[in-house]
Structures are given as structure tokens and as C-alpha cells.
């Protein structure tokens, strides 16, 4: 890739962070807008680098987190059940691979993520069980889908896997959702407007340095 192309809207995040969910699809239709790819980067929250576990905050924060969640909710438009029956997840490994090994395959791996996310947060689905993963799956994906979740992951998914999580830590990520855009962070999805003037802002400058017209 040369030092002026479009570079692709890089998102970390967490298969059962809420707010990765409600900012999935805005995200997605703002990388298209800008004519950017997507890259997703499923992790975890990156403890070293301050990230703190839900559960583990004080209640006080907790209950904030609950009032908030409800008014991103209802101002999306997003279905979202603020007591999830299977959150905290027992492992969002299992989930975070199947969409690495979505991408990796050249399939529809965002509307697979956000099939996952919807399951968990809106359907009170176990997105721990590879069977619920394979139904998922095949719904979103075929049966290309089907084919790909009958294996364990592969070596280099597991490798990419761990290589999100090293970036991550590198970049300096802590929570997720974080977008980046070129070296930019972008945490919460709550910055998608941010998001959305950096993309900008890139294409404008691609624009000039190739000579594309506006």
C-alpha cells in the first residue's frame, strides 16, 4: 500500500461489549461513506494498559453504565436487554476466532459479528456455545459458514487472535470499542462522529494527492 492510499477503519473490540454493539452498524455505514474497508480486530479489555473489567468497577459506576447503555438504546433505536442472561460471557474466545476466521475467509465476517452481539444482548442467547456460533453461522453467513465452524480454529486464527491483543496493547488500547484511524484513537462509540470527520479528513487528503476530483 502506498503512503497516500485510503488506509482501512481498523476496529478493536470485545464480541460482548454493549457499546461495540450499538456502534457496529453506524460504523460500518460510516467507513462505506468514506470508501474505506473495515478491519476487524476482535480483543478483550487490555488490563495493562488500564482497561477495567465491568464487574470488577465500583456499583456506583455500574449502575451508571446501566442508565447510559439504556439511553444510547433508546436513542438508537437498538434493541438492547440491559441484563443480558448470559453476561459476563463464560469465554468470548470461541466467538472472537469464528469472526476471525470469517474475515480470514473473505465472508460477510461484520454482519457475522453483529449477528453475535445481537444474540447475546437482545435474543439472551450463550454466545460461549460453538452450537449457538454455528447457527449463527449458517444463518449469516451460508454455508460457507457452516463449513467453517465445523473445524477448530485454525493455528492462524488463534495466532491473529493473540496478534489483536499484542497490538492492542502496543497502540495503547484499553477499552473497546477503539476505532483507528491511521495511528488515531478513537474509544467508545460514542466518537463515531470523530470517527467519521477523520475519515474525512483522510479521503480529502488522498483526494489532492492523487488528483481525484471532489
Given amino acids: 500500500m502506498s503512503d497516500n492510499a485510503l488506509r482501512p477503519l481498523h476496529i478493536f473490540y470485545g464480541m460482548s461489549s454493549p457499546w461495540a454493539y450499538l456502534g457496529s452498524n453506524r460504523a460500518l455505514s460510516i467507513a462505506r461513506q468514506a470508501g474505506v474497508p473495515v478491519v476487524l480486530r476482535p480483543i478483550r479489555i487490555i488490563e495493562p494498559n488500564g482497561g477495567i473489567p465491568l464487574r470488577t468497577r465500583p456499583k456506583a459506576r455500574q449502575d451508571y453504565h446501566r442508565v447510559e447503555l439504556s439511553r444510547w438504546s433508546e436513542f438508537l433505536a437498538i434493541p438492547l436487554n440491559l441484563t443480558p442472561r448470559y453476561y459476563p460471557c463464560r469465554s468470548i474466545e470461541p466467538a472472537a ?3 476471525i476466521a470469517a474475515q480470514r475467509a473473505g465472508l460477510d465476517a461484520p454482519a457475522f459479528s453483529f449477528a453475535i452481539q445481537r444474540a447475546l444482548w437482545a435474543e439472551d442467547r450463550d454466545i460461549a456455545s460453538v452450537a449457538v456460533l454455528q447457527e449463527l453461522a449458517h444463518l449469516t453467513l451460508g454455508s460457507a459458514g457452516s463449513e467453517l465452524m465445523r473445524q477448530p480454529p485454525a493455528a492462524e486464527v488463534v495466532g491473529e487472535w493473540q496478534d489483536n491483543l499484542a497490538e492492542a ?6 477499552g473497546t470499542p477503539t476505532y483507528v484511524v491511521d495511528d488515531e484513537l478513537f474509544w467508545g ?5 470523530f470517527v467519521a470527520r477523520a475519515l474525512a479528513a ?13
Fill in 202 to 214: 483522510q479521503r480529502s487528503a488522498y483526494a489532492e494527492s492523487s488528483g481525484e476530483k471532489s
Fill in 189 to 193: 462509540q460514542d466518537r463515531l462522529d
Fill in 169 to 174: 496493547e502496543r497502540r495503547g488500547i484499553f
Fill in 97 to 99: 476466532q469464528a469472526v
